[in-house]
């Protein structure tokens, strides 16, 4: 393993982490009780209490490449018996909001299955439950996977073969795609709107826009 | 009147944000300021010496030093002058340190206001006047309150100096945490062995009265001179009768009571001597449990007992002592574990507290010293321990550690090895503590002689599964969750401060901090004295501590009352209430405010006064404030003293 100089911790990830979940990381004292009760712990690289440590330490490239953070249920039960108050479940998603915004997917197919959701709320205007298991297939290239339960699921009218579309997916569809321009970005935010004089991107943005770049302030601030 | 002022720099602690050159320069133009200079440390000799040389040379009658909080030094200061030839109340101090210098970093803004503090100090100075104590007479009796190792060894050390102590306990027996513990750590020594000698001396010792099965009902007075009033519960045996044969504790039919003693281990009856080395050695009913006292029918206790000690109608009886001093060693309750509800305690027979499993390995328990599950009686094979249930744990109020289950767990391991020897421990921790003599060791060789396994990670979840426990933690060492099948698993249950204690803090009129444990005078320099005179801490009542540490502060506090109520007299506090029986139009209020009953009616040539019993005065100032005429003043601080500093602050 290699040697971590720690003159060269980068406090910046530790304080970025702290600010968007809204929990002091440095209350962990690594009791591990995250850990203990983790029921995704044993498909983790890094077990929970290790992440938490990670991030205090500013290992922000591990951290944001590991496969922990995308394997993690959210169950909170981390979060429930953390003895300091820390909503670990919360930090946990943080570093996926993160990693995401740097194009990092420590398992590739979480990453097809983000993006097989998004695509059919895209195509839709809501999810289809059918259509993201095609699309994942298609993203994974796993052709078989679950195809098993298809003749026990589809019978009981669970799943609807067709999409379900609702009105305004265009609109729903220029959500995704302003995000996927970088407008989640708290700095890229700044920049744009620096650019457009603070005016014209407001005006032209809808609400969910502006309060996204309200927020990225706040972050940086 | 000349008066010096002294701004002291305390190193950098004042000098680092306070211009005291400045300050003094501005001092000496203050009215009435004869001198003014600025000295790096007021209290230590060569600033005390300095404080005196000034006296002479510029004939100062009075000094104000601007230093830190008159807590610590005001004493010193007075002692100062006093060595110079002034009257110690010719002094003022003002607090530059913890109200000014360590609070803000703007050197002007606190210059300025270092300054205005010292014209405060002047100005009340100003009108200071000579006061001489009087003296009064101390009784040279010493109540203990708490009869665990801590009081006892208090209550030996000050009966052996000689004087009269009165031991208050609120169990039947006296001994009590200690007096449950199977062995002690980190000689594994029987506890009752070496603590049952220490119980029978208090019960022998000519100048120790025990009341057991009492609580202090109320305290006043103060310092030299309490009033106690002690409650000693109805036993509804007669203690001078009772021979402590335990005849009745075999009859009594009511057989399912909750044994306290024992921690509920195993049932007992409602008549009990709580274990055969209790002092006093007397039985006692508990009333909720027995028969006769809750229903009506029943009486086999007095059919059977040879000497006719039961008394169904015994009340509660009030003592009443007067005492010098008072020591206080409450000691400390279990937090409540059944919060943790992940592990089970409570819910699962077979998930028992370190209190409850000390009793289980003592041969006086229930058990008779075999170690059997409680839900089928069978030995356990492995057995884990759960540190930390409760300490360290900010998320229910507990952030501190309670220091002493890091070394009672490996105890308990190696007596588990020692009664089972095929069996295997497993000790879940978060950090060993272990700074004491010997510790270290002990934790080392529970791990490497008698291999119990130590996992460093907490406990997430306790869950049955068939007739075993399984336990799921983490080894954050390893970086792995980790499962234990466990017979039997033991939490390392954290302690907190008794559960009665503010109330008897409240009583003896004395602080206690956030989690309810007595604070002490210093952290440092005064740690059994309290800021109430005459009341001193010992064992785990002042914060947790273990056994050796317990009797050497119950040693401590002894030593301290010992100091005290070896004066015949002690000096009354001048600054007390007086009277100007011109401006008095005997209205009364002030005796009705008084909270210490110091304020009495006279008559003088016809007219109703008030007048205040020196002695009795503790100058609180409630009747000055609630005065009407402005007749009943309180030395040191007279309306006009603080009119006078008021108007030096506000003088725009």
Redesign the interface.
């Known amino acids: 393993m290699e040697t971590v100089c720690l003159n060269k911790q980068d406090n910046s990830f530790t304080r970025a982490v702290e600010e968007r979940s809204g929990q002091v990381v440095s209350?962990c004292?690594?009791?591990?009780?995250?850990?203990?009760?983790?029921p995704m712990?044993?498909l983790f690289d890094?077990?929970v209490?290790?992440i938490m440590r990670l991030i205090q330490a500013g290992q922000k490239e591990t951290v944001l490449s590991s496969k922990a953070i995308w394997l993690c249920a959210a169950c909170n039960?981390c979060t429930q018996?953390?003895?300091?108050?820390i909503d670990v479940s919360g930090v946990m998603d943080t570093c996926r909001q993160m990693a995401r915004r740097e194009n990092k997917f420590g398992v590739h197919a979480v990453r097809a299955f983000v993006n097989a959701f998004i695509d059919s709320v895209k195509f839709n205007g809501r999810s289809h439950e059918v259509g993201i298991m095609a699309l994942y297939m298609l993203y994974t290239g796993r052709f078989w996977t679950d195809v098993d339960l298809a003749p026990k699921v589809l019978p009981k009218g669970k799943m609807a073969i067709l999409p379900h579309r609702i009105n305004g997916r265009a609109e729903v569809a220029a959500i995704i795609s302003r995000y996927k321009q970088g407008f989640s970005d708290p700095e890229l935010v700044r920049a744009r709107l620096a650019a457009a004089g603070g005016q014209g991107a407001g005006a032209s943005a809808g609400g969910d826009k502006g309060s996204r770049a309200g927020h990225g302030k706040e972050a940086a601030s | 009147m000349r008066i010096g002022v002294f701004i002291c720099h305390c190193g950098s602690n004042i000098a680092g944000t306070v211009d005291c050159a400045a300050v003094a320069a501005k001092a000496a133009t203050y009215p009435d300021v004869a001198y003014a200079t600025d000295i790096m440390y007021a209290c230590a000799e060569p600033g005390q010496d300095a404080i005196i040389a000034a006296i002479k040379e510029h004939q100062l009658s009075g000094v104000v030093v601007a230093s830190c909080t008159p807590r610590m030094h005001e004493p010193t200061f007075r002692k100062t002058v006093e060595r110079a030839g002034l009257n110690r109340y010719m002094f003022e101090m003002a607090n530059i340190r913890e109200h000014v210098s360590w609070i803000g970093k703007d050197i002007e803004a606190n210059t300025n206001k270092a300054a205005e503090l010292v014209r405060m100090a002047a100005a009340k100075l100003r009108l200071n006047k000579e006061l001489k104590p009087k003296s009064f007479p101390v009784t040279k009796r010493l109540l203990v309150v708490g009869g665990g190792v801590a009081g006892i060894q208090a209550a030996l050390d000050a009966a052996d100096a000689g004087l009269e102590v009165i031991l208050v306990e609120k169990q039947p027996t006296i001994g009590g945490k200690m007096a449950k513990l199977d062995k002690t750590f980190p000689t594994v020594d029987c506890s009752s062995c070496i603590l049952g000698p220490r119980m029978v001396d208090v019960a022998q010792h000519p100048n120790i009265t025990l009341y057991a099965y009492s609580e202090v009902e109320s305290v006043s007075g103060y310092v030299g001179n309490f009033d106690v009033k002690i409650r000693k519960k109805a036993s509804y045996v007669d203690w001078v009768k009772c021979t402590g044969c335990g005849l009745c504790t075999e009859k009594c039919p009511a057989r399912k009571s909750y044994d306290r003693f024992n921690e509920g281990v195993g049932p007992t009856t409602a008549i009990i001597i709580p274990f055969p080395q209790a002092i006093p050695k007397k039985a006692s009913i508990e009333r909720e449990h027995c028969r006769l006292l809750t229903g009506g029918k029943c009486g086999v206790c007095a059919k059977v007992c040879p000497t006719g000690a039961i008394n169904y109608a015994m009340e509660d009886e009030i003592i009443e002592a007067r005492v010098g001093g008072i020591v206080a060693a409450t000691g400390y309750d279990l937090i409540d574990w059944k919060i943790y509800e992940?592990y089970g305690g409570g819910r699962y027979p077979d998930v028992v507290t370190s209190l409850q499993y000390e009793r289980m390995l003592s041969a006086s328990g229930p058990t008779g010293g075999h170690i059997k599950r409680p839900s089928d009686g069978v030995e356990p094979k492995d057995v884990v321990f759960i540190q930390?249930v409760g300490s360290?744990?900010?998320?229910?109020g507990r952030p501190y550690c309670s220091g002493f289950c890091c070394m009672y767990t490996a105890k308990q391991a190696i007596l588990t090895k020692d009664h089972i020897p095929d069996s295997q421990s497993y000790v879940f921790y978060?950090d060993i503590r272990s700074p004491g003599k010997g510790y270290d060791e002990f934790t080392r060789r529970v791990q490497e002689e008698y291999k119990a396994r130590y996992i460093?990670?907490?406990?997430?979840?306790v869950y049955p599964k068939g007739n075993k426990l399984i336990v799921?933690?983490?080894?954050?060492l390893m970086?792995?969750?980790v499962e234990v099948e466990a017979d039997l698993v033991v939490l390392a249950v954290g302690a907190e401060a008794a559960s009665e204690s503010a109330k008897l803090a409240e009583k003896l009129r004395i602080s206690y901090d956030s989690y309810g444990f007595f604070m002490e005078g210093h952290p440092k320099l005064k740690p059994v004295e309290t800021n109430t005179a005459g009341v001193f801490l010992a064992g785990a009542c002042q914060g947790l501590k273990d056994i050796p540490s317990s009797v050497a502060q119950g040693s401590a506090a002894a030593a301290k009352a010992i100091g005290l109520l070896s004066r015949d007299m002690l000096d009354s506090d001048p600054q007390i209430a007086f009277v100007s029986a011109n401006r008095c139009v005997g209205c009364g209020k002030c005796i009705e405010v008084c909270p210490f009953k110091a304020i009495q009616e006279i008559d003088l040539r016809g007219q109703p006064k008030a007048e205040v019993i020196e002695t009795v005065c503790q100058g609180c100032g409630l009747c000055n404030a609630t005065c009407p005429q402005g007749a009943i003043q309180l030395s040191h601080f007279t309306d006009n003293q603080i009119l006078a500093e008021v108007e030096a602050l506000c003088r725009f």
């Open positions: 209350r004292y690594q009791c591990g009780n995250c850990t203990a009760g983790c712990s044993f890094y077990p209490s290790r039960t018996r953390c003895p300091n108050e | 992940e930390c360290r744990d900010p998320s229910i978060m460093r990670g907490r406990v997430s979840l799921r933690g983490a080894d954050t970086g792995v969750q």
